[in-house]
């Protein structure tokens, strides 16, 4: 079983993360490349949420082909383009997540490896 930690001798998290997760000895641990806002198809949302949903849509797909789920993972990495996106982040990943609160970061980058691309989200997960 997964132990979340927010000691109390630091400032609480102010968004929908948790400091620290221990993962247990034995428990199964994926690493799941960036994703990114490329539909099934191939093609690049236009939009940031369009891309947000694409990027949490392709880390269930991938979680799930390998019998996890996003309540699974302890850590995400995310990269936008762009300041101004991170209001609508917030919800977006609420709807795809719930009240999971893995260990986060937010990074904000000056580009991605396509010019298109606005957010790009790389994930662990474990199970024990």
Known sequence: MLKFSNPSTIFPPQADYTHAIEV???????VIA??????????????FADQAENVFAN??????????SFAD???????????DFVPEL???????????KPTSTLVIVAGLA??????EVEMIAARG
């Not at 396509?114 to 957010?119: E, G, L």
């Open 59 to 68: 880390l269930g797909a991938v979680l799930k082909a390998n019998d996890m």
């Open 114 to 119: 396509h010019p298109k691309f606005k957010i």
């Open 24 to 30: 247990p000895a034995g428990a199964r641990l994926l």
């Open 34 to 47: 960036g994703q990114v806002g490329v539909n099934a198809k191939g093609e690049i949302a236009e939009s």
């Open 90 to 100: 917030g919800p977006i990943r609420k709807r795809h997540m719930g009240d999971h």
């Open 73 to 83: 993972a302890v850590k995400t990495t995310m990269f936008l383009t762009s300041r």
